[in-house]
């Protein structure tokens, strides 16, 4: 526009007559404009200056931004490295590992003490070699194995050894690696399992610790429609939707078969439910040679010896024994591993690690001395009790001392008197501590604690009271995330509670009076065994034979010679049955 007069305005320090101007304005209303127009004034529109570099700068935020995205984007994708990356494209993908039949070595021949599960998987192995073997005469492959069994018995070894004998490949998971934390990954995972097995069908899909993701639905307290129950719905069908003669068999094992789900365990699913349990004698020995026959052992190594004093272990036990045996030896820098790293091995097993660095009182020493030799003479002369193995007042693990007996055979059914036999044996620690030194202290703790447990069974699981009869009061232990009720149901009147007390009492107090009988009637001998038990502190189940009958000891270092030798239990008997389980067999007493 032009001024009507001319404006002096100070530019760059001087004043100048300013006649002409430029306005530049933004958002111009329509109105505003008409009233401008109206008013003569000349109104010419241009575009404002915008150079290139101005639009760079209000993109390049949004630039970076995206380059740091990418750039952290492929550090996932490639991060784990590998066909199994787990980056973000990659939750919904199979974690499992694929095992080629190049890549596995393992065959039956590494598997020990499971004959009978071995049998019955041989014929999976016949199916999956030749599989018109079956169906050239109508017969249907089982589509799953369920592996049952205590932990560390050699259930994911008989998968592998399975996939070994067959050569074919192997997917190995976990039940826990199904569910992550976004919802609807595992079933996902499972989808993307079965396909991957199909495309290297035939193949074997092992999933371990199946009891992780194949618990029984119900309310309980985690409510009812979970990610975990979604992840089984799906794993159910899929195992429906194999074709009638698919050559993916699935195999699982599990510690618990009760919490599983019904519908996993129906036949068309798991059609065979294999029990793998703890071996007897026979497979001790042989477990124990498939560990040991890469070791270089010494003439004296007697693996039957050792199968016979290790009854109720797995074979998970046996391998950290013989691995704690070849420990031993090059700790000694042997050349070879002898009958004498083998009893160290198993005794550091079964009684715990000695703590001879324990600072102990002659007063306690002397007081666990005589509680030791108490459970030892008891184990001596009470009919039924287990041989004693050996009796230390060194001490292991969180015991001040050790009295560790080992049954003659396995057993697979425990009689009355046995367990009578056991409290006896049990309460002797506690009863030689009243006879000699006529007070009480805290280390029959573990010894009560037992006790109580056993003779509580006796009257509410077993039916051995005299009072109560043949009934059953157990109470059972229920998942409450199972759909199970909360509170432990109890299915008797306060009055029957009464007398169940009155007879656990009954029981122990007698176990208290027989054992304290017995030992005043051998106080002369429990007073001379355990002063050499105080001098040597460790007294093997031959020794204490010896001074039962009178014998002398050889002197110390001989004593110690006779340490190397192997232990040898009197009175064997050929029969063998299975464990009940390793805290029934190997009994400790602290």
Known sequence: GELSEPVKINIEGRLRDVRNFVTKLGVVDSKTEELWLSKGINIKYESADNPWWNTFISILPWVVLIGIYIYFLRKMQIGSGGASSRNIFSFGKSRARLISDSQNKVTFKDVAGCDEAKEELEEVVEFLKDPQKFQRLGGRIPRGVLLIGPPGTGKTLLARAIAGEANVPFFSISGAEFVEMFVGVGASRVRDLFDQ??????????????????????????????????????LLVEMDGFEQNSSVIVIAATNRPDVLDPALLRPGRFDRQIVVDRPDVKGREAIFKVHARRLPLSDDVDFELLARSTPGLSGADIANIVNEAALLAARRNSDKVT????????????????????????????????????????????????????????????????????????????????????????????????????????????????????????????????????????????????????????????????????????????????????????????????????????LEGEELDMLIRGEELPPINIHKLRALKSLRIDGTSEKETQPVSADKQVEISK
């Open 197 to 234: 097995a199909k495309k290297h069908s035939p193949c074997i899909v092992f999933i371990d610790e199946i009891d992780a993701v194949g618990r029984q639905r119900g309310a309980g307290l985690g409510g009812g429609h979970d990610e975990r129950e979604q992840t089984l719905n799906q």
């Open 339 to 538: 009958m004498y790293d083998f009893e160290a091995a198993k005794d550091k097993v079964l009684m715990g690690i000695e703590r001879k660095s324990l600072v102990i009182s002659e007063r306690e020493k002397e007081i666990t001395a005589y509680h030791e030799m108490g459970h030892a003479l008891a184990a001596k002369f009470v009919p039924n009790a287990d041989p004693v193995h050996k009796v230390t007042i060194i001490p292991r693990g969180r015991a001040l001392g050790v009295t560790a007996t080992l049954p003659k055979e396995d057993f697979h059914t425990l009689s009355k008197e046995y367990l009578t036999a056991q409290l006896i044996v049990l309460m002797a620690g506690r009863a030689a501590e009243k006879i000699v030194f006529n007070t009480l202290s805290t280390g029959a703790a573990n010894d009560l604690e037992r006790a109580t447990n056993i003779a509580r069974k006796m009257v509410c699981d077993w039916g051995m009271s005299e009072v109560l009869g043949p009934v059953t009061f157990a109470n059972k232990h229920e998942e409450v995330f199972l759909g199970r009720e909360i509170a432990q149901p109890r299915d008797h009147s306060e009055a029957t509670a009464q007398i169940i007390d009155a007879e656990v009492r009954k029981i122990l107090l007698d176990a208290y009076q027989k054992a304290e009988d017995l030992l005043r009637e051998k106080e002369e001998l429990l007073h001379k065994t355990a002063k050499i038990l105080l001098e040597r502190e460790t």
